[in-house]
């Protein structure tokens, strides 16, 4: 039980004494649970724990839509729970929190809380803050419709003028056109979900897909207000961030001027070239040895 209503949860290693590496899904309701062959290299050197986040994944699977309390406040309090779970169950392990794109704005709230339960704070496909996502992508659409002669879309955008940052029917009228941009890597992988899919069992998949639409709806509002670039300048506990160069979902131009503003007793950002939002996956032996690097780094 995490939060009054039982949450799924899998924890997966090949050596019991490695550093625990809690995950944090993104989406909103992007399990990343049901991929046990694609995140198996990860349990060679660490303690891999997966959490289907309140109205995500199995966890949604049980309360669909009568799930409660859906907010982010929510779901950093439920973390938190659970990293005490953790932490009581592997008390010499050490505990690293990977936040994915939303769960980056997760795992920041839980460390900025508890820094006492983790050793380190580890971010990537980094939200730094929407308004400052909304920009970017809309003025990297605009330069790629003005260098290809893209005249409709070019038309399109000037239309809008300047993107409202709360307006979300504008927002994803015009971002659908990022996908004709997405790096090979993360095109790639998007594709290999539909096979992907064949191989989990319908009732996950049904919890995945449900959560997912669920998931969005209900912390769209939430998302929109996130800021972090502002308001979460601070940590207690080292911070790195392993990010694709190519990320056009949470921008990587605004993660690293963020990351630069960052005040840490250690930190460390670590770019991975033809790399994009899904690096974890997609380059999944670049983003473990910079995570070894990471922990390397605690124990120096």
Same mark, same amino acid.
């Given at each position: 039980?995490?939060? %009054?209503?039982?949450?799924?949860?899998?924890?997966?290693?090949?050596?019991?004494?490695?550093?625990?590496?809690?995950?944090?899904?993104?989406?909103?309701? !992007?399990?990343?649970?049901?991929?046990?062959?694609?995140?198996?290299?990860?349990?060679? !050197?660490?303690?891999? *724990?997966?959490?289907?986040?309140?109205?995500?994944?199995?966890?949604?699977?049980?309360? #669909? !839509?009568?799930?409660?309390?859906?907010?982010?406040?929510?779901?950093?309090?439920?973390?938190?729970?659970?990293?005490?779970?953790?932490?009581?169950?592997?008390?010499?392990?050490?505990?690293?929190?990977?936040?994915?794109?939303?769960?980056?704005?997760?795992?920041?709230?839980?460390?900025?809380?508890?820094?006492?339960?983790?050793?380190?704070?580890?971010?990537?496909?980094?939200?730094?803050?929407?308004?400052?996502? *909304?920009?970017?992508?809309?003025?990297?659409?605009?330069?790629?419709?003005?260098?290809?002669?893209?005249?409709?879309?070019?038309?399109?955008?000037?239309?809008?003028?300047?993107? !409202?940052?709360?307006?979300?029917? #504008?927002?994803?009228? +015009?971002?659908?056109?990022?996908?004709?941009?997405?790096?090979?890597?993360?095109?790639?992988?998007?594709? $290999?979900?539909?096979?992907?899919?064949?191989?989990?069992?319908?009732?996950?998949?049904?919890?995945?897909?449900?959560?997912?639409?669920?998931?969005?709806?209900?912390?769209?509002? +939430?998302?929109?207000?996130?800021?972090?670039?502002?308001? $979460?300048?601070?940590?207690?506990?080292?911070?790195? *961030?392993? #990010?694709?160069?190519?990320?056009?979902?949470?921008?990587?131009?605004?993660?690293?001027?963020?990351?630069? #503003?960052?005040?840490?007793?250690?930190?460390?950002?670590?770019?991975?070239?033809? %790399?994009?939002? +899904?690096?974890?996956?997609?380059?999944?032996?670049?983003?473990?040895? %910079?995570?070894?690097? *990471?922990?390397?780094?605690?124990?120096?």
């Amino acid at each position: 039980k995490l939060g %009054a209503i039982e949450q799924w949860v899998t924890i997966r290693g090949d050596n019991h004494d490695a550093p625990v590496l809690l995950l944090l899904h993104g989406g909103p309701g !992007d399990v990343q649970s049901p991929l046990v062959d694609i995140y198996a290299a990860y349990e060679r !050197d660490f303690i891999l *724990v997966q959490w289907d986040q309140r109205g995500a994944g199995m966890t949604f699977g049980k309360y #669909q !839509d009568q799930t409660p309390g859906l907010t982010l406040n929510q779901l950093m309090s439920d973390g938190i729970e659970l990293v005490e779970y953790l932490k009581n169950r592997f008390k010499q392990n050490g505990i690293i929190v990977l936040g994915h794109s939303l769960g980056t704005a997760i795992a920041t709230g839980m460390v900025e809380k508890r820094p006492d339960l983790f050793t380190a704070y580890l971010g990537t496909g980094q939200i730094a803050s929407w308004v400052e996502s *909304v920009q970017w992508q809309f003025d990297y659409l605009k330069s790629k419709a003005a260098s290809t002669n893209d005249k409709e879309l070019l038309n399109e955008l000037l239309k809008i003028g300047k993107p !409202d940052p709360t307006n979300t029917e #504008q927002y994803f009228g +015009f971002t659908k056109h990022l996908r004709r941009y997405f790096c090979d890597a993360d095109a790639r992988w998007l594709q $290999s979900l539909k096979e992907l899919g064949k191989t989990i069992p319908q009732n996950e998949l049904d919890n995945l897909m449900g959560g997912m639409n669920f998931s969005g709806r209900v912390l769209l509002p +939430f998302q929109v207000q996130e800021n972090l670039s502002a308001t $979460s300048l601070h940590f207690k506990i080292p911070y790195y *961030v392993i #990010q694709g160069r190519e990320d056009l979902f949470t921008p990587t131009e605004p993660a690293i001027k963020y990351f630069e #503003q960052i005040n840490a007793p250690e930190k460390k950002i670590v770019i991975i070239e033809n %790399a994009g939002h +899904f690096a974890l996956v997609t380059h999944r032996q670049e983003f473990i040895e %910079a995570l070894r690097n *990471v922990v390397s780094l605690q124990k120096n």
